[in-house]
């Protein structure tokens, strides 16, 4: 090694990794980029946060028609989180478990509501519900209505939420040995107590991530709720039409108050996702 590395980096005791010195330019180079993306994601945000004046913001909060659109927004993307809890935690096992002809081509489909365009998947929706369709028909005969409703909404989130949970679940389910549901089911655990016994207390912080992060992505769903129900108005929605109707000035303050939610979400991730401390 040549003494102008050596005064650049040193390996830790025991190959932990490498401590770098001020004199790494690699390192400069890395904080350098860091900080422009840093930048981009934080000054649009900090204009839009800023701008609105406190006693707008105040203003904004006490209006009935803002906080019925926040707190509708809240509960149905905490329905959409519960829903692919439910019914996402199957297939994140079964996926994580087992290997099957075709298995890629699920994790594809699982995927591909985080890429198609979000107005598709309203429009998909409302023609599945529709009269024409024969589900249409049997959801219609059962009073259950897609446009225009809460339970509409609900869809749609799930829709497009479902993604974030099965993903941060099949990663949790991964990160435990089947070792340890071999060791449960000779002591006589059956399949599904090995699972919430044994699986489930030791990926739960993946579980509860997927969760979050399942209801941060439903709270922030647009493109699809519009077109499947304008009304009621969640707070995305009530944010583009005083857009819309009045300019910035009266949309911004909902959009403070959107991202803060979003932002209170993720920062209980981040601290939900923190590795427990080992006791020396």
């Known amino acids: 090694m040549s003494p102008s590395h050596e005064n650049t980096c040193r390996v830790r005791p025991g190959g932990e990794g490498i ?6 330019r690699f ?67 079964l996926l994580a478990r087992h290997e099957f002809i075709g298995k890629k081509l699920v994790e594809s489909i699982i995927d591909l509501p985080i890429m198609i365009p979000h107005p598709v998947v309203g429009i998909a929706l409302l023609s599945l519900a529709g009269r024409n369709h024969w589900l249409g028909k049997v959801m219609a005969s059962l009073g259950v209505t897609i446009m225009g409703s809460v339970t509409g909404i609900i869809a749609v989130m799930t829709f497009v939420g479902l993604p974030f949970y099965i993903n941060s679940a099949k990663a949790g389910f991964e990160g435990v040995p089947v ?12 399949p599904a107590s090995a ?21 941060a992505r439903a709270v922030s769903e647009f493109g699809a709720v519009v077109i499947v129900a304008y009304h009621p108005m969640i707070a995305p929605v009530l944010m583009f039409e005083r857009f819309t109707a009045y300019g910035l000035k009266y949309s911004q ?23 427990m401390r080992r006791v020396p």
């Open 253 to 275: 303050p909902v959009a403070v108050w959107l991202i803060l939610a979003c932002l209170g979400l993720f920062l209980l991730m981040r601290l939900v996702a923190r590795p």
């Open 27 to 93: 390192f400069y180079l890395n904080g350098f980029f860091s900080v422009i993306i840093l930048l981009f994601i934080l000054l649009p945000l900090l204009r839009m946060v800023t701008q609105p004046s406190l006693t707008d913001l105040l203003a904004t909060i006490r209006d009935p028609e803002v906080l019925a659109s926040l707190w509708l927004s809240i509960y149905t993307a905490g329905a959409a989180a519960f829903l692919s809890l439910l019914f996402g935690t199957p297939l994140a096992y």
């Open 179 to 190: 070792r340890f549901e071999r060791v449960a089911r000779s002591l006589g655990a059956g």
């Open 19 to 24: 401590r770098l010195l001020p004199g790494n």
């Open 195 to 215: 699972f919430f016994r044994v699986t489930v207390p030791l990926s739960w912080r993946h579980l509860l991530c997927g969760v979050i992060l399942c209801a």
